[in-house]
């Protein structure tokens, strides 16, 4: 089946780093990706959009130059979390919808915890 | 606007038996499609089913199935001889198909727990 990788699957830095993270289609092309981020014991809430060649739509109250997202291939999504901070520490999701029918398939996510 | 209601926090069950979780929704599109994800403590999104708004009969995968009732705007997930595997947080989803470029919207999802 489809399936939908991230790296890194954990991660920890130090208060002002940024962290890129990757998200890669392995079975199919993408041309949408979606990034959500997660809190413990919470919901997934989108945080953009994603689109091959274009720039992200993010959802409101989402700091774009906070987190840049460049989806530069059709494989290829990463979400940059700049100059990050402590609240920043949390679950990071992406998924990438399959053309060729009406799923979307998750990556593993990726736990950010920033110190 | 799209949204989905999971009323239930969490959920308590014994081994092999079978359990309901709610979910209600509420859209303006003609045409959507409903999503069960399961998700482990370890983070993963697992799909479960799927059933789309002009599907006749209610989706089965195995031990999982679909309650749909259109007119109530519900989809009811239902897990039969529940396994302690189970255990789980489960989120119901849904998005427009109308729209190839839209996320799924969750709801706020329920903690299972499957005892022996």
């Known amino acids: 089946g489809a399936v939908v990788s991230q790296h890194p699957s954990w991660v920890i830095c130090k208060s002002g780093t940024s962290v890129k993270i990757e998200c890669r289609s392995l079975?199919?092309?993408?041309?949408?990706m979606f990034w959500y981020r997660q809190f413990p014991k919470q919901s997934l809430m989108l945080m953009a959009t994603?689109?091959?060649?274009?720039?992200?739509?993010?959802e409101q109250g989402v700091e774009k130059d906070k987190f840049l997202i460049n989806h530069a291939s059709l494989t290829l999504s990463t979400l940059t979390v700049t100059s990050a901070h402590p609240e920043d520490s949390s679950f990071y999701i992406c998924?990438?919808?399959?053309?060729?029918?009406?799923?979307?398939?998750f990556g593993p996510g990726t736990r950010l915890t920033v110190l | 606007a799209q949204k989905i209601t999971q009323t239930q926090p969490g959920m308590f069950v014994q081994e092999k038996e079978a359990v309901t979780l709610d979910c209600t929704y509420d859209?303006?599109?003609?045409?959507?499609?409903l999503f069960w994800y399961k998700q482990p403590s370890s983070g993963e999104m697992i799909f479960l089913i799927y059933?789309?708004?002009?599907?006749?009969q209610n989706a089965t995968e195995g031990r999982y199935s679909l309650n749909f009732q259109k007119a109530r705007k519900s989809a009811n997930l239902v897990i039969s001889a529940s396994q302690l595997g189970d255990s789980a947080m489960y989120f119901c989803?849904?998005?427009?198909?109308?729209?190839?470029?839209?996320?799924?919207?969750f709801g706020k999802g329920t903690t299972l727990s499957v005892s022996s």
């Open positions: 998924s990438a919808r399959d053309p060729r029918g009406d799923t979307q398939y």
């Open positions: 079975d199919f092309q993408a041309t949408t």
């Open positions: 994603s689109n091959e060649g274009s720039k992200a739509t993010y």
């Open positions: 859209t303006s599109d003609p045409s959507y499609g």
């Open positions: 059933q789309g708004s002009y599907d006749q």
């Open positions: 989803a849904m998005r427009a198909l109308n729209q190839a470029g839209t996320a799924l919207i």
